[in-house]
């Protein structure tokens, strides 16, 4: 099992960056897929952005291409994910995931990302 905690979100007006990480422990971090996922009110969760478990391969999602940034640091079996240009509709709850492709996923219990326009 792999346990994961999401951290530094918070309240960023539109322009802005933040930075969120992923903290994993438990089994190996670098044998996993990691991605990004966000959650608005009122919507499901979408698709952020996707990094393979060397890192070398990464995809986001449309609306974020550009913006934001996936990485990982698997010697600190932390993710990351570096957002730029924050707009109001980045506005949600920001989730880690551990194989998100896969039957055995493992979620964290998300971060809150507030961009005040």
């Known amino acids: 099992q792999v346990q994961l905690v999401e951290s530094g979100g918070g309240l960023v007006q539109a322009g802005g960056s933040l930075r969120l990480s992923c903290a994993a422990s438990g089994r190996t971090f670098s044998n996993y897929v990691m991605g990004w996922f966000r959650q608005a009110p009122g919507k499901e969760r979408e698709f952020v952005a996707r990094i393979s478990q060397s890192g070398g391969v990464t995809s986001y999602a449309d609306s974020v291409k550009g913006r934001f940034t996936i990485s990982r640091d698997n010697a600190k079996n932390t993710m990351y994910l570096q957002m730029n240009s924050l707009k109001s509709e980045d506005t949600a709850v920001y989730y880690c995931?551990?194989?998100?492709?896969?039957?055995?996923?493992?979620w964290g219990r998300g971060t809150q990302v507030t961009v005040s326009s």
């Open positions: 995931a551990a194989n998100p492709d896969s039957p055995q996923d493992y």
